[in-house]
C-alpha cells in the first residue's frame, strides 16, 4: 500500500470520526434541552402516595401520617393564627392554586379571602373557570412546620409566590379526645376538606 494511500484513509477515518462525534453531542444537547422545553408554565396535580410511616409525638398532640404529599402551587392568600388547639401545631395556613388555579389571569378576578381556618373564593358576574375546576384546583391548607427550619421558610411565603411543598398529610389528636384530619382528596368542599400538612420542605421559585 502505497504512503498516498495511508494518507487518504487515515482522512477519511478522521472525517467519519468527526461526522459521528458531531451527530453524538447534538443528541446529547437535545437530551439536556428536552426537559426545560415541556416544562409546564404552571403547576401540575397533587401527588399523594401511601405512606407506611409510624405516629409520633410532637407537644403533647399525636400526628400520624395519613399519606405522603407533594405540591407545586400558586400561594392564593395565606393567614396566621394564633388561638384554638390548632395553633399548638399550624399557625399559618396557606390557600393553593394549582392547574389553572395557579394562572393571576384566572384566580386574579376572584375575591379570595381567608378566616376561622376556611378559605373563601367569590365573582361579580361569572367564574373565571368552572367552579368545580376552582374546587379541585385549589384548596386551603393547614401548614405544621416539620423544623425550625421549615418555620423559617413558612414565615417568608408571600401571596403571589409559586411554593413546592413536600410533607406528609396526618391526623392530629389528643388525650383529651380531640381530632384534627387531613382531607385525603381533591374534589372536596366545605367542613373537613383542608389539608392537614405536615411540611418536611419548602422551597418558593419567585
Not at 132 to 145: F, G, L, R, V, Y
Not at 161 to 166: D, E, F, G, P, S
Amino acid at each position: 500500500m502505497s504512503l498516498s494511500t495511508v494518507f487518504k484513509i487515515a482522512i477519511a477515518l478522521l472525517i467519519a470520526f468527526f461526522a459521528v462525534e458531531k451527530l453524538r453531542l447534538h443528541r446529547a444537547g437535545q437530551q439536556l434541552q428536552g426537559p426545560v422545553a415541556v416544562q409546564p408554565p404552571f403547576a401540575e396535580s397533587p401527588v399523594q402516595t401511601a405512606t407506611r410511616d409510624a405516629p409520633f409525638v410532637r407537644q403533647g398532640y399525636e400526628i400520624k401520617p395519613l399519606a405522603n404529599f407533594a405540591v407545586r402551587a400558586r400561594v392564593l392568600s395565606r393567614e396566621d393564627y394564633s388561638l384554638g388547639r390548632e395553633a399548638d401545631l399550624s399557625r399559618t395556613d396557606l390557600a393553593l392554586g394549582w392547574k389553572r388555579m395557579a394562572d393571576p389571569a384566572v384566580y386574579g378576578p376572584l375575591n379570595i379571602t381567608q378566616g376561622g381556618r376556611w378559605y373563601r373564593y367569590s365573582w361579580r358576574d361569572q367564574p373565571p373557570i368552572p367552579v368545580q375546576e376552582i374546587i379541585e384546583s385549589s384548596a386551603n391548607m393547614h401548614m405544621i412546620a416539620a423544623d425550625a427550619a421549615v418555620e423559617r421558610a413558612l414565615a417568608k411565603v408571600r401571596q403571589g409566590q409559586l411554593v413546592r411543598i413536600t410533607g406528609k398529610l396526618v391526623e392530629v389528636s389528643h388525650a383529651s379526645g380531640w381530632r384534627w384530619t387531613s382531607s385525603l382528596t381533591r374534589t372536596d368542599s366545605g367542613a373537613n376538606s383542608c389539608e392537614l400538612v405536615f411540611v418536611e420542605s419548602l422551597q418558593t421559585e419567585d
